[in-house]
């Protein structure tokens, strides 16, 4: 399909195509009551206040905010925004020397990791990228043409100044840590999570694990159960997309996938980690490895 629409307003496009902001499909249970459904999910697991996430981790540094992210509703989060500066954060002060990432997309949590510490960062991305239930794709943006030009991968033609991209399809996948002269310190593997061979990595392999690949139940539990054969005792774990906050998870689909994973693994997720807490405000969960 060919496009020649030069000023075209795209926004709508990215809109629709980008998978956070899609609907709840199957509302996790209690959401009837919010008040309640945080409750429960607050005796479950500490809510740990930004400001005291150093303290519990033993860091020296204690983790402040932008201020944009202060009193903004969680509905409202955004994850270059609001998130990442809670992972500079956690990559600064732990400093893992081999991290690995379940989902590059354009591979900015890649950036984040590698321009927060030394390490070597190791990620897995769907070559071909990840399709919608209807066989629409799931992340398409558009990118300046100028600035595409020269990469290959699946697109939609146009002549005015923006692309239509499949952003997570081969030839987009990690090319923001190639813009930024850091493909260097990335071993990039392309391939469904579900099939990722974990044998011939030693269990203490890895310092840390970023989980933020496919957003379902499955590929949550699934990716969970990789991260923790290969991540060492006393490594970090974290999970995108985890916000028990019941308007967030009433319309955000890829909450309700990763909230059900970690329910269902509920036992052994305690007795895998010695800590496991949800930052307060974030979208973020963090786990420690027994
Ligand atoms: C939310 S994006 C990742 C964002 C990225 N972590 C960042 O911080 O910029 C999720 C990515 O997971 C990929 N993905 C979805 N299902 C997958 C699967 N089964 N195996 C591997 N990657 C998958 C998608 O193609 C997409 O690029």
Redesign the pocket.
Known sequence: MKFSLPGYDWSHLARRFL??RQKAEAPEEGLANPRLYQEEWRQRLPFVPAGEVGKRLGFGEALSLPRESLGKSLCAWK??LDD?PI?RFLYRNFRPRRHL??????????C?CLESCEATVW????YD??KKPDGQW??GEPLPADEVKLLWGERQEATGATVLCR???LGF?GR?YHKRNLGHRVCQIY????A?CTRNYPSDFFDSA?I????TRE?VA??TRKALQVVRAGGLLLW??FCPDAEVVQNCS?TQGVLAAIKADWDWLQSNLSDLFWIEPSWLLVGIKR
């Open positions: 998978p956070w994850m270059e990442f992972l990432e379940f989902g590059t997309w354009q591979g900015a949590g890649v984040c990620t897995i991305n769907l990228g990840e799931a992340y952003t997570d399809s996948i923001l391939c469904d999570s579900r990722w970023l933020d690949g496919g957003h590929l699934n990716d995108h997309d890829s």
